[in-house]
Structures are given as C-alpha cells and as structure tokens.
C-alpha cells in the first residue's frame, strides 16, 4: 500500500479545488494499510487523504490555525490557557443542539488497474466528531 500524505496546501488541477493536509490522515492511512494487508485488496493500493477547501484563503486560514493550535501545547503557558478558556474539561461534551446541527460528508475518487474510474459520496446527517463515532462503533464492533 502506498500512503500519499498531503502535508502542504496545494491546488488539485484534477479536483479543481485547494487541498491540505487533514488532521487525521497519518492515523487513517496506517489504518487502511494495515487493511489493505490483512484483506489484500490489492498490492497496488494507493491511499490518498486531504481537506477540500472554498478558497485559497480559507485553505491559509486553516492551516495557519492548525500550526498555532499544534504549537501551543508545546508551551506551558498557552497550554494552561488552552486548557482553562478552550479544550472541554473532563466529562463535558457538545450540547444536544451542537450536535443536531453538525454533518460531515466525505467523497471519495478511485481509479481502478484497468483505468476504470469511480466516485462515491457518503453523508452522515449528524456529528460525526462524536454522536456517528459513537453510532458506528456500537453498530459495527
């Protein structure tokens, strides 16, 4: 399997978008290469995973963002500010409202061996950062 970690902000001239780097990747793509091993879905798996972003402003903003947030828990000050103005504190969730509101929709692009292309499209109606988490794992041990 090989793992194609976006770690820059990049215009993707075949999506016709800005993409960059999503906070998850490295945990997901050990994931699906471990899958890919057990499974053998194929020797030739190509696994590729970023953020699609409006603008390239907004693709600035986000990892500007990324970078600061990341920083800060190396500083023992701006971590004890993190920690008591932002971070939850043990026990505290999102709110039954923030979850109602939230969604996530996820599309993914294959290209088989033979060239054959495909593209599909999965949207969970809810909170996928806990509520659908939550769902898939009571649903899918």
Known sequence: TI?????S????????????PFIMAM??????????ALNKYSPNLVY?????YPSLAAGMINM???????????SPPTL???QKTVLPQPGQGPSEEDMDSGFLTVTG???????????VEMHFPTDPGYRD?????HRYP
């Open 3 to 7: 793992s194609k970690i976006q770690f």
């Open 9 to 20: 902000l990049q215009y993707s001239k075949e999506f016709k978008h800005w993409v960059g």
């Open 27 to 36: 945990v997901m793509c050990n994931c699906v290469r471990r899958s890919n």
């Open 48 to 52: 590729k995973e970023a953020v699609v």
């Open 64 to 74: 500007f963002t990324m970078i600061a947030f990341g920083l800060s828990f190396f």
């Open 80 to 82: 004890w500010l993190l």
């Open 109 to 119: 692009y294959a290209t088989g061996s033979q060239g054959g292309r495909a593209r």
């Open 133 to 137: 988490t939550a769902r898939m794992l």
